[in-house]
């Protein structure tokens, strides 16, 4: 379900593709739009739900972009939206999701769903599908027999079992006793 207050910010250096997309989410969400890293940084702010970051851009590429987002404690859901296949150099990258352009509109909108709805999963689950989403782009890559793919299955794997051990500790009588006692 979408709200018109979630806040979408397009970043790319090619503006008819910015006004494409911004045209494809106007009537879902209030979007905002940059053409360059820096002019990105000056609209970035708390009250941005998701960015959709170009990795390739004159000025300062995506990657330079987003770690100054998260170095500005700003933690918007975001996703590399680019033309640039992944390789290993993605694994260390602070990002959501990583989708190769060109994308449609349903798939646009479709990404912008999965990442509102992981926005208000815990730390431990945000985690897991950011680096399953890495994992993903490294297959689709061609980029899963190397060390950084293998040393990157390994991190979600802990990740799936810290997981797995926080479920397992909640008591599950405990969790639907108020529903026993509806019965």
Do not use: W
């Amino acid at each position: 379900m979408t709200d018109e207050h979630e806040t979408v910010l397009l970043v790319d250096d090619e503006s008819a593709l910015v006004d494409l997309y911004a045209n494809y989410l106007g009537g879902a969400y209030r979007v905002l739009t940059a053409t360059s890293g820096e002019e990105a940084l000056e609209v970035v702010s708390d009250a941005v739900d998701v960015v959709l970051l170009d990795r390739r851009m004159p000025d300062m590429r995506g990657e330079e972009v987003l770690r100054e987002i998260r170095s500005n404690g700003i933690e918007p859901q975001v996703a590399m939206l680019t033309a640039v296949e992944p390789t290993v150099d993605i694994v260390d990258m602070p990002f959501d999701d990583y989708r190769v352009k060109p994308v449609d509109k349903p798939e646009l909108l479709g990404l912008i769903e999965t990442l509102l709805e992981r926005a208000a999963y815990d730390e431990h689950s945000q985690e897991f599908f950011a680096l399953a989403s890495k994992k993903a782009a490294l297959e689709v890559g061609d980029a899963d027999d190397t060390d950084e793919y293998e040393e990157l299955c390994v991190e979600l794997e802990e990740v799936r079992e810290r997981i797995d051990a926080t479920l397992d500790r909640i008591d599950t009588r405990g969790a639907f006793a108020d529903l026993a006692k509806l019965s």
